[in-house]
């Protein structure tokens, strides 16, 4: 099996022409669908939509598709977007490249970055929600203030909308063949309709937070234990509580004895709850003061002078 790569923009990749834009580190990611906190349903399907992606090299040319599928990840941070990716490439033993489009200047940039891409390789593009203003149905922009450094490439993407779609699934998405694309997102509502249709981001994967079943997954790997008196008791906290299998694991690390780290994520998960609640009933507080009447304002029918105002009907 060869060593996957991960592979990143260079600096000065617009310094001379035909040269390779990507520079490459290890890919030493440990994650695999066997340790990621992911209900085994949303797993299985994902398995065995990339199983059925590699092998339809055929079925892709019959039907005349370019032979690339696209994938969405979304949910809050820490719910395990960047491990499934990484489990996603061990899997299938593809190299990652990981675009910034914020480091592009143009649709013939980013065009030139993808010919330079292999063939069986994951294509990343995270948060793509903040990363560039994609929306070409809102109202231009001011301009933007010259910089003191205008060749600057973080200056500005001016990477559009249009740029972007014909890049997933348009001409351009045919060059090269057995091509993942992920995008991430902590904000799916902020896409643009037209990015989340079928033959761009053909799957969608709801990252949520942990459930039962995660935090099983979780103590296993971690605790290296399968049954303890405690495990149920964490489990019916984890259902009624929001928190995330980067929180879940980050508590798990703080002691190798299984009294202690269970313990230690009641103890969490009782304050998590406790501040929740704490930060509703003071947005509560803030509502109830929003809508009570100013001084002069109306109030049940009658002005501040306590006369009744006339409303036609």
Known sequence: MKTLKLFTLKNDRMHGPGGNPWQSVNLDHPSTFETLAMDTEIKNMVIDDLKRFVNRKEFYRKVGKAWKRGYLLFGPPGTGKSSLIAAMANYLNFDVYDLELTDLRSNSDLRRLLISTANRSILVVEDIDASIDLSERKSARPPRQPSMYPFHYNEGSKVTLSGLLNFIDGLWSSCGDERIIVFTTNHK??????????????????MSYCTPCGFKMLVSIYLRITEHPLITEVEQMIGTNKVTPAEVGEQLLKSDDPEVALRGMIEFLEKKKESEAKAFQ??????????????????????SSGESELVDL
């Open 282 to 303: 003071k947005n509560q507080e803030v509502t109830k003061t929003e809508v009570l009447p100013k001084p002069g304002e109306e109030q049940n029918g009658e002005t």
């Open 189 to 206: 509502e902020k896409l643009d309709p037209a990015l989340l249709r079928p033959g761009r981001m053909d799957v969608h994967i709801h």
